[in-house]
T-cell receptor, first 115, second 115 residues
Framework: GDSVTQMEGPVTLSEEAFLTINCTYT??????LFWYVQYPGEGLQLLLK?????DKGSNKGFEATYRKETTSFHLEKGSVQVSDSAVYFC??????????????FGQGTILTVHP | AAGVIQSPRHLIKEKRETATLKCYPI?????VYWYQQGPGQDPQFLIS???????DKGSIPDRFSAQQFSDYHSELNMSSLELGDSALYFC??????????????FGPGTRLTVT
């Protein structure tokens, strides 16, 4: 079935380090892909999205490119800040049938950034 | 901008009791989704409604039921509560434009604790 796989965490970085969180998805149809962020004790916030191959989503210095050939949607940021510490979820929206619009999430990656 | 509203934010119940969670979608959003997030887990889809009709069903126990009302708000009813029902319950909404790729906007969640 449709699934999303994220790199195992947690990830611990120093401030201003480069961040990559890997995400791959099963290639069923042409899903839309998302990154959501969850800060401690809060709900899920949409960070960025991409709806078709080669689209690049970007927001708050984060970027991710929809790579159809590798079925990947890796999240990157050039210089992380302490305030980026959170849990990051990669997700896909199923396409077609009655499951249209249901989000399938990856396992989540805990990011901790130290000063 | 208006966001998804969920109430209550926190709920403590005893085993075998019932609970009702409410969700008020963003105005003009016609689709509501319910997700359950256990401790340290990724959100799991429970059920969704489009234009007041159930549109999809996920891993929702038979003890749970939900509906969407004429004003588009939704309620998740949970009976015979078990300890394992302790989780964060998210509601998300979107407007179904039929073109796909639309993102879901999440509420802050209701934290249910069953003792």
């Amino acid at each position: 079935g449709d699934s999303v796989t994220q790199m195992e965490g947690p990830v611990t970085l120093s401030e201003e380090a480069f961040l990559t969180i890997n995400c791959t998805y099963t290639a069923t149809g042409y899903p839309s892909l998302f990154w959501y962020v969850q800060y401690p004790g809060e709900g899920l916030q949409l960070l960025l999205k991409a709806t078709k191959a080669d689209d690049k989503g970007s927001n708050k210095g984060f970027e991710a490119t929809y790579r159809k050939e590798t079925t990947s949607f890796h999240l990157e940021k050039g210089s992380v800040q302490v305030s980026d510490s959170a849990v990051y979820f990669c997700a896909r929206i199923n396409a077609g049938g009655t499951s249209y619009g249901k989000l399938t999430f990856g396992q989540g990656t805990i990011l901790t950034v130290h000063p | 901008a208006a966001g998804v509203i969920q109430s209550p934010r926190h709920l403590i119940k005893e085993k075998r009791e019932t609970a009702t969670l409410k969700c008020y979608p963003i105005p003009r959003h016609d689709t509501v989704y319910w997700y359950q997030q256990g401790p340290g887990q990724d959100p799991q889809f429970l059920i969704s409604f489009y234009e007041k009709m159930q549109s999809d069903k996920g891993s929702i126990p038979d003890r749970f039921s939900a509906q969407q009302f004429s004003d588009y708000h939704s309620e998740l009813n949970m009976s015979s509560l078990e300890l394992g029902d302790s989780a964060l319950y998210f509601c998300a909404s979107t407007r179904n434009t039929g073109t796909g790729g639309y993102e879901q906007y999440f509420g802050p969640g209701t934290r249910l604790t069953v003792t």
